[in-house]
Protein backbone atom coordinates (compact mmCIF):
# COMPACT_ATOMS: atom_id res chain seq x y z
CA UNK A 1 0.00 0.00 0.00
CA UNK A 2 1.12 3.87 -0.77
CA UNK A 3 1.66 5.96 1.68
CA UNK A 4 -1.05 8.71 1.86
CA UNK A 5 -0.10 12.23 1.58
CA UNK A 6 -1.94 14.87 2.69
CA UNK A 7 -1.43 17.87 0.01
CA UNK A 8 -2.77 21.52 1.38
CA UNK A 9 -1.60 23.00 -1.79
CA UNK A 10 -2.09 22.63 -5.50
CA UNK A 11 1.02 22.37 -7.47
CA UNK A 12 1.50 23.42 -10.67
CA UNK A 13 3.87 21.46 -12.78
CA UNK A 14 2.08 17.96 -14.10
CA UNK A 15 5.33 16.05 -14.20
CA UNK A 16 5.60 17.00 -10.12
CA UNK A 17 2.20 16.00 -9.25
CA UNK A 18 2.68 12.58 -11.73
CA UNK A 19 5.76 11.83 -9.44
CA UNK A 20 3.58 11.86 -6.74
CA UNK A 21 0.70 10.24 -7.99
CA UNK A 22 3.03 7.41 -8.88
CA UNK A 23 4.75 7.24 -5.24
CA UNK A 24 1.95 8.30 -2.96
CA UNK A 25 -1.43 8.16 -2.55
CA UNK A 26 -2.42 12.15 -2.63
CA UNK A 27 -4.82 13.20 -0.34
CA UNK A 28 -5.90 16.53 -1.91
CA UNK A 29 -7.51 18.29 0.93
CA UNK A 30 -7.91 21.99 -1.14
CA UNK A 31 -10.55 19.72 -3.40
CA UNK A 32 -12.58 18.89 -0.44
CA UNK A 33 -15.87 20.81 0.53
CA UNK A 34 -15.81 19.19 4.39
CA UNK A 35 -12.43 19.44 5.11
CA UNK A 36 -12.77 18.39 9.05
CA UNK A 37 -15.33 15.00 7.76
CA UNK A 38 -12.44 14.53 4.88
CA UNK A 39 -9.41 14.70 7.87
CA UNK A 40 -11.79 12.90 10.39
CA UNK A 41 -11.84 9.75 8.05
CA UNK A 42 -8.32 9.98 6.28
CA UNK A 43 -6.27 11.61 9.50
CA UNK A 44 -5.15 8.55 11.26
CA UNK A 45 -3.68 7.18 8.13
CA UNK A 46 -1.84 10.21 6.95
CA UNK A 47 1.78 9.80 7.10
CA UNK A 48 3.20 13.04 5.11
CA UNK A 49 1.89 16.45 4.78
CA UNK A 50 2.46 18.92 1.40
CA UNK A 51 2.25 22.35 2.05
CA UNK A 52 3.07 26.50 0.61
CA UNK A 53 4.60 28.66 2.61
CA UNK A 54 2.00 31.09 3.05
CA UNK A 55 -0.43 28.02 3.94
CA UNK A 56 1.70 26.27 6.63
CA UNK A 57 -0.30 23.74 8.49
CA UNK A 58 -2.05 24.50 12.17
CA UNK A 59 -1.07 22.92 15.09
CA UNK A 60 -5.02 21.72 15.32
CA UNK A 61 -4.62 19.69 12.05
CA UNK A 62 -1.34 18.43 12.67
CA UNK A 63 -3.02 16.66 16.16
CA UNK A 64 -5.09 15.58 13.71
CA UNK A 65 -2.90 13.38 12.18
CA UNK A 66 -1.04 10.85 14.57
CA UNK A 67 1.01 9.12 12.39
CA UNK A 68 2.10 12.13 10.71
CA UNK A 69 6.44 11.78 9.83
CA UNK A 70 6.79 14.83 7.76
CA UNK A 71 5.75 18.44 6.85
CA UNK A 72 7.14 18.93 3.46
CA UNK A 73 6.65 23.11 3.12
CA UNK A 74 6.81 23.50 -0.26
CA UNK A 75 8.40 27.15 0.21
CA UNK A 76 10.96 28.70 1.93
CA UNK A 77 8.94 30.42 4.91
CA UNK A 78 7.91 28.23 7.76
CA UNK A 79 6.38 30.80 9.49
CA UNK A 80 3.17 29.08 9.55
CA UNK A 81 3.98 26.22 10.77
CA UNK A 82 4.22 25.66 14.42
CA UNK A 83 7.89 24.46 14.48
CA UNK A 84 8.38 23.76 18.31
CA UNK A 85 5.23 21.74 18.14
CA UNK A 86 6.59 19.87 14.92
CA UNK A 87 9.82 19.32 17.07
CA UNK A 88 7.96 18.13 20.39
CA UNK A 89 6.66 15.20 18.12
CA UNK A 90 9.82 14.78 16.21
CA UNK A 91 8.10 15.46 12.95
CA UNK A 92 10.65 17.00 10.13
CA UNK A 93 9.59 19.98 8.96
CA UNK A 94 11.37 21.09 5.60
CA UNK A 95 11.61 23.61 3.19
CA UNK A 96 12.76 24.22 -0.23
CA UNK A 97 15.71 26.15 0.79
CA UNK A 98 17.78 27.57 -2.76
CA UNK A 99 15.16 26.17 -4.71
CA UNK A 100 13.79 29.52 -5.51
CA UNK A 101 16.31 31.98 -4.45
CA UNK A 102 17.29 33.24 -8.12
CA UNK A 103 13.51 33.84 -9.04
CA UNK A 104 11.96 35.54 -6.07
CA UNK A 105 15.14 38.21 -6.16
CA UNK A 106 14.76 38.80 -10.35
CA UNK A 107 10.97 39.62 -8.77
CA UNK A 108 12.10 41.82 -6.36
CA UNK A 109 14.32 43.81 -8.83
CA UNK A 110 11.06 43.67 -11.16
CA UNK A 111 9.44 45.72 -8.76
CA UNK A 112 11.86 48.04 -7.98
CA UNK A 113 12.25 48.91 -11.55
CA UNK A 114 8.91 49.13 -12.41
CA UNK A 115 7.81 50.93 -8.77
CA UNK A 116 10.34 53.47 -10.06
CA UNK A 117 9.90 53.84 -13.73
CA UNK A 118 6.10 53.67 -13.75
CA UNK A 119 6.13 50.70 -15.76
CA UNK A 120 2.56 49.85 -15.16
CA UNK A 121 0.83 52.89 -14.53
CA UNK A 122 2.15 53.93 -18.40
CA UNK A 123 1.39 50.28 -19.45
CA UNK A 124 -2.31 50.93 -18.65
CA UNK A 125 -1.99 54.43 -20.00
CA UNK A 126 -0.99 53.00 -23.35
CA UNK A 127 -3.99 49.87 -22.92
CA UNK A 128 -6.84 52.65 -22.28
CA UNK A 129 -6.03 54.94 -25.68
CA UNK A 130 -4.57 57.75 -23.31
CA UNK A 131 -1.22 58.04 -25.36
CA UNK A 132 -3.28 59.05 -28.56
CA UNK A 133 -5.61 61.07 -26.32
CA UNK A 134 -3.09 62.88 -24.80
CA UNK A 135 0.52 62.14 -27.15
CA UNK A 136 2.05 65.44 -25.37
CA UNK A 137 5.17 64.27 -23.28
CA UNK A 138 3.92 65.87 -19.95
CA UNK A 139 1.08 63.81 -19.54
CA UNK A 140 2.94 61.01 -18.37
CA UNK A 141 4.96 62.16 -14.65
CA UNK A 142 8.81 61.79 -15.50
CA UNK A 143 9.76 58.52 -13.58
CA UNK A 144 12.47 58.25 -11.35
CA UNK A 145 15.80 56.36 -11.93
CA UNK A 146 16.82 53.27 -10.37
CA UNK A 147 20.31 52.88 -10.87
CA UNK A 148 22.15 53.95 -8.59
CA UNK A 149 19.65 54.13 -5.67
CA UNK A 150 20.76 53.67 -1.92
CA UNK A 151 19.12 50.34 -1.54
CA UNK A 152 18.35 48.66 1.70
CA UNK A 153 17.77 45.33 2.45
CA UNK A 154 15.89 44.10 5.50
CA UNK A 155 16.96 40.16 6.02
CA UNK A 156 19.98 39.02 4.31
CA UNK A 157 19.52 35.48 3.67
CA UNK A 158 19.78 33.73 0.08
CA UNK A 159 17.56 36.14 -1.07
CA UNK A 160 18.54 39.34 0.71
CA UNK A 161 21.94 38.18 -0.88
CA UNK A 162 20.52 37.65 -4.75
CA UNK A 163 18.74 40.91 -4.52
CA UNK A 164 22.03 42.72 -3.43
CA UNK A 165 24.13 41.26 -6.03
CA UNK A 166 21.92 42.21 -8.70
CA UNK A 167 20.91 45.68 -7.18
CA UNK A 168 24.91 46.27 -6.84
CA UNK A 169 24.80 45.53 -10.89
CA UNK A 170 22.87 48.80 -11.22
CA UNK A 171 25.27 50.51 -9.67
CA UNK A 172 23.64 50.62 -6.12
CA UNK A 173 24.70 51.36 -2.87
CA UNK A 174 24.09 48.21 -0.32
CA UNK A 175 22.64 48.53 3.03
CA UNK A 176 21.50 45.81 5.20
CA UNK A 177 19.87 44.93 8.39
CA UNK A 178 19.55 41.12 9.92
CA UNK A 179 19.71 39.60 13.58
CA UNK A 180 23.71 40.17 13.31
CA UNK A 181 26.38 41.16 11.26
CA UNK A 182 27.71 38.95 8.31
CA UNK A 183 31.04 38.41 8.32
CA UNK A 184 31.78 37.38 4.82
CA UNK A 185 29.52 39.89 3.28
CA UNK A 186 30.99 43.57 1.67
CA UNK A 187 27.88 45.33 2.08
CA UNK A 188 27.33 48.04 5.21
CA UNK A 189 25.78 46.58 7.55
CA UNK A 190 23.42 48.43 10.42
CA UNK A 191 21.35 47.00 13.55
CA UNK A 192 18.54 49.68 13.40
CA UNK A 193 16.10 49.53 10.87
CA UNK A 194 15.03 52.94 11.50
CA UNK A 195 18.50 54.07 10.40
CA UNK A 196 18.71 51.67 7.69
CA UNK A 197 15.24 53.13 6.67
CA UNK A 198 16.42 56.33 6.85
CA UNK A 199 19.87 55.91 4.43
CA UNK A 200 17.77 53.96 1.90
CA UNK A 201 16.47 55.13 -1.51
CA UNK A 202 14.81 51.60 -1.81
CA UNK A 203 13.80 49.36 1.28
CA UNK A 204 13.65 45.61 0.11
CA UNK A 205 11.99 43.38 2.89
CA UNK A 206 13.71 39.68 2.74
CA UNK A 207 13.28 38.39 6.10
CA UNK A 208 11.48 35.44 7.56
CA UNK A 209 8.49 36.95 9.50
CA UNK A 210 8.32 34.39 12.17
CA UNK A 211 9.22 36.89 14.68
CA UNK A 212 9.51 39.97 12.83
CA UNK A 213 5.29 41.07 12.22
CA UNK A 214 5.09 44.61 12.15
CA UNK A 215 8.28 45.99 11.92
CA UNK A 216 7.65 48.50 9.23
CA UNK A 217 5.76 50.21 10.36
CA UNK A 218 4.82 54.61 10.41
CA UNK A 219 8.21 55.33 12.15
CA UNK A 220 9.61 53.31 9.76
CA UNK A 221 8.14 54.51 6.61
CA UNK A 222 8.47 57.91 7.80
CA UNK A 223 12.05 57.33 7.94
CA UNK A 224 12.12 56.38 4.51
CA UNK A 225 10.84 59.44 3.41
CA UNK A 226 8.65 60.78 0.82
CA UNK A 227 11.62 60.19 -2.13
CA UNK A 228 11.81 56.18 -0.61
CA UNK A 229 9.99 52.95 -2.09
CA UNK A 230 9.15 49.85 -0.16
CA UNK A 231 9.23 46.56 -2.19
CA UNK A 232 8.25 43.43 -0.31
CA UNK A 233 8.52 40.54 -1.84
CA UNK A 234 8.92 38.36 1.66
CA UNK A 235 5.61 38.60 3.98
CA UNK A 236 2.82 40.46 4.31
CA UNK A 237 2.60 40.51 7.95
CA UNK A 238 6.48 42.15 8.33
CA UNK A 239 4.43 45.43 7.29
CA UNK A 240 2.16 46.86 9.01
CA UNK A 241 -0.60 47.43 6.33
CA UNK A 242 -2.78 50.16 7.73
CA UNK A 243 0.30 52.52 7.88
CA UNK A 244 1.42 51.55 4.84
CA UNK A 245 -1.72 52.67 3.51
CA UNK A 246 -1.45 55.91 5.01
CA UNK A 247 2.17 56.62 4.23
CA UNK A 248 1.30 56.01 0.82
CA UNK A 249 -2.03 58.07 0.77
CA UNK A 250 -0.47 60.91 2.11
CA UNK A 251 2.67 60.59 0.10
CA UNK A 252 4.73 59.71 3.59
CA UNK A 253 6.70 57.69 1.03
CA UNK A 254 7.06 57.83 -2.85
CA UNK A 255 5.62 54.43 -3.78
CA UNK A 256 5.57 50.75 -3.09
CA UNK A 257 6.37 46.95 -4.87
CA UNK A 258 4.34 44.55 -3.36
CA UNK A 259 4.12 40.61 -3.82
CA UNK A 260 2.79 40.03 -0.57
CA UNK A 261 -0.08 40.87 1.63
CA UNK A 262 -1.27 40.20 5.27
CA UNK A 263 -4.78 38.96 4.56
CA UNK A 264 -4.13 37.15 0.81
CA UNK A 265 -5.58 37.33 -1.62
CA UNK A 266 -7.05 40.42 -0.17
CA UNK A 267 -5.01 43.42 -0.99
CA UNK A 268 -6.45 46.96 0.79
CA UNK A 269 -9.16 48.46 -1.53
CA UNK A 270 -7.15 52.07 -0.88
CA UNK A 271 -4.39 50.25 -2.95
CA UNK A 272 -6.08 49.43 -6.10
CA UNK A 273 -6.34 52.40 -7.39
CA UNK A 274 -3.07 54.04 -6.63
CA UNK A 275 -0.67 54.90 -9.14
CA UNK A 276 2.42 54.87 -6.85
CA UNK A 277 2.05 51.10 -6.24
CA UNK A 278 2.71 48.44 -8.61
CA UNK A 279 0.89 45.22 -7.20
CA UNK A 280 1.85 41.12 -7.66
CA UNK A 281 -0.47 38.40 -6.15
CA UNK A 282 2.81 36.41 -4.65
CA UNK A 283 4.08 35.27 -7.43
CA UNK A 284 7.97 35.47 -6.71
CA UNK A 285 8.50 32.15 -6.48
CA UNK A 286 6.01 31.28 -9.35
CA UNK A 287 8.31 30.06 -12.44
CA UNK A 288 8.42 26.93 -13.79
CA UNK A 289 11.78 26.60 -13.21
CA UNK A 290 11.44 27.16 -9.10
CA UNK A 291 8.40 25.35 -8.93
CA UNK A 292 9.87 22.29 -10.93
CA UNK A 293 13.03 22.96 -8.59
CA UNK A 294 10.84 23.08 -5.10
CA UNK A 295 8.65 19.85 -6.58
CA UNK A 296 11.94 18.04 -6.44
CA UNK A 297 13.10 18.98 -3.18
CA UNK A 298 9.47 17.94 -1.50
CA UNK A 299 10.21 14.36 -3.00
CA UNK A 300 13.30 13.87 -1.80
CA UNK A 301 12.29 15.18 1.81
CA UNK A 302 8.99 12.73 1.68
CA UNK A 303 11.43 10.22 0.50
CA UNK A 304 13.36 10.68 3.54
CA UNK A 305 11.38 10.52 5.74
CA UNK A 306 9.09 7.46 5.06
CA UNK A 307 12.30 5.81 4.66
CA UNK A 308 13.39 6.87 8.45
CA UNK A 309 16.17 9.16 7.54
CA UNK A 310 16.60 12.42 8.65
CA UNK A 311 15.25 14.93 5.55
CA UNK A 312 18.37 16.95 4.58
CA UNK A 313 16.05 19.74 4.81
CA UNK A 314 14.84 19.64 8.12
CA UNK A 315 14.31 22.59 10.37
CA UNK A 316 13.13 20.39 13.24
CA UNK A 317 14.64 17.52 13.85
C1 LIG B 1 5.42 30.20 -2.40
C2 LIG B 1 6.47 31.27 -0.31
O1 LIG B 1 4.53 31.00 -3.11
O2 LIG B 1 8.52 30.13 -0.21
C3 LIG B 1 7.62 30.68 0.40
O3 LIG B 1 7.64 30.77 1.64
O4 LIG B 1 5.66 31.89 0.26
C4 LIG B 1 6.35 31.14 -1.77
O5 LIG B 1 7.52 30.99 -2.43
C5 LIG B 1 4.64 29.18 -1.74
O6 LIG B 1 5.31 28.49 -0.75
C6 LIG B 1 4.16 28.21 -2.82
O7 LIG B 1 3.44 27.22 -2.31
Not at 35 to 50: D, M, N, Q
Not at 66 to 94: C, H
Not at 104 to 125: K, S
Amino acid sequence: MKPEILQLNPILVPSINDRFDALYTMRRYFEQDDKEAYIREIGPRIRGVITGGHTGISRALMAQLPALAIVAVNGVGTDAVDLSYARERGIPVTGTFGALTEDVADMALGLMLAVCRNLCTVDRFVRDGMWVKHPQPGAIPLARRFSGMRVGIVGMGRVGRAVAARAAAFGCAIAYTDLAYIDSLPWQFTGNLEQLAEDSDMLVLCAAADKAEGIVNARILQALGSDGYLVNIARGRLVDETDLVHALQTGMIAGAGLDVFVDEPHVPAALLNMDRVVLQAHRASATVESRTAMGEMVLDSLADALAGRRPENSLTT
